[in-house]
């Protein structure tokens, strides 16, 4: 269980969901909602009780819950999706009501695992930068990996700034808007990969149909291109699984990294998962991801600082990175990675 004011503060508070119109007019609806606060207080400790309620709503409907409030969702009723009104807030709040106890058993029980594969671009990009500094073979880890898919980020096509790279022939194709890519690496040439490993608390198993369906209702009602993405990467994942370990980064951490080569450049990897650390946990969470470097050099790529603003002017996160020289903002991106603006600082410096 969580605080329930905590809860409310996190729905009244709660920043990109701009592309949802059904969860941006729904968070307002259960900030204000005693019985609904109560309900998404059951989400589990260190866990966003926002992603976690809409997800396990968006599960039932997915499965085929039959409840007038699907009318309302685009994955479920396709174009014919009614827009959002004024009966959508009392259509939630009556089918939570219906369904509290599926919604509090899937809310004690799963984790926020998305995998939104756009983000696989910080992996891909973070090898690039690590290619152009050496060309030694480096080790890869992405701490919060979920089922791993974007620890095959070598594997997919992407249309970056307009540019193709990568895996021209991929069914996963990832198009990210760059205004200029002239501050990037060479996206298509990396270093070869000795190791690759994702941690995670539990990670989903890619064979099993309720997982895959648990992360399919992570996607956002609306973003039918996000869950084509993740479909097709499932399907090319689960045909070559990386190495991913569960278990609490904080706690296997350092076991994880002395299974790595020795001396090798390590790239470490967290998107929008430090976020669900609780707050008491995440100095130890930076000490876990920092000890990676202790037997090879260490660049830290996260994506987690939600409250920056690009040279453009749109509010975004900002990419860190991080290595022996310190750390750096080296762009501001879209949390779900549909554009990305670097920053000078991504070309500025050598790295390692």
């Not at 790529?301 to 040279?311: F, G, I, N, T, W």
């Amino acid at each position: 269980m969580q605080d329930i004011g905590d809860v409310a503060e996190a729905f009244r508070t709660a920043r990109g969901f701009g592309s949802s119109p059904l969860y941006s007019r729904l968070l307002a609806v259960v900030a204000e909602d005693r019985s609904l606060l109560e309900l998404a207080a059951r989400t589990r400790p260190g866990q966003q009780p926002t992603f976690a309620l809409f997800g396990a709503v968006h599960y039932l409907l997915l499965a085929g819950a039959r409840d007038p409030l699907a009318e309302y969702y685009p994955s479920v009723a396709g174009a014919a999706a009614r827009p959002v009104d004024g009966c959508t807030g009392p259509a939630f709040a009556r089918f939570c009501a219906a369904y509290s106890d599926p919604i509090a058993s899937l809310l004690g029980t799963r984790l926020v695992q998305t995998n939104h594969v756009q983000r696989a671009l910080v992996l891909r990009l973070g090898l690039a930068l690590l290619r152009r500094a050496a060309s030694a073979p480096v080790c890869v880890v992405e701490v919060g990996c979920s089922a791993g898919l974007n620890l095959r980020a070598d594997r997919y096509a992407y249309t970056v700034g307009g540019a193709p790279v990568g895996d021209r022939s991929s069914p996963v194709q990832i198009k990210v808007e760059v205004p200029d890519a002239s501050l990037l690496p060479d996206l298509d040439r990396l270093p070869e990969i000795a190791d690759a490993v994702g941690i995670d608390l539990a990670p989903p198993d890619l064979t099993d149909t309720d997982d895959r369906a648990w992360l399919r209702a992570l996607v956002w009602p609306e973003n039918s291109h996000q869950a084509a993405q993740l479909q097709a990467a499932m399907a090319v994942v689960a045909a070559d699984t990386p190495r991913v370990v569960a278990g609490n980064a904080i706690e296997i951490g350092h076991p994880v990294a002395a299974t790595l080569p020795p001396g090798l450049p390590r790239l470490v990897v967290h998107t929008a998962t430090r976020i669900h650390v609780p707050a008491k946990d995440r100095p130890a969470f930076d000490a876990a991801v920092a000890a990676f470097g202790a037997d090879g050099p260490l660049l830290h790529l996260a994506l987690e600082d939600d409250q920056l603003v690009a040279p453009s002017g749109r509010s975004g996160f900002g990419l860190s990175a991080t290595d022996a020289r310190g750390s750096r903002t080296i762009a501001v991106a879209d949390g779900h990675l549909a554009w990305l603006e670097p920053l000078p600082p991504m070309n500025g410096t050598p790295w390692l």
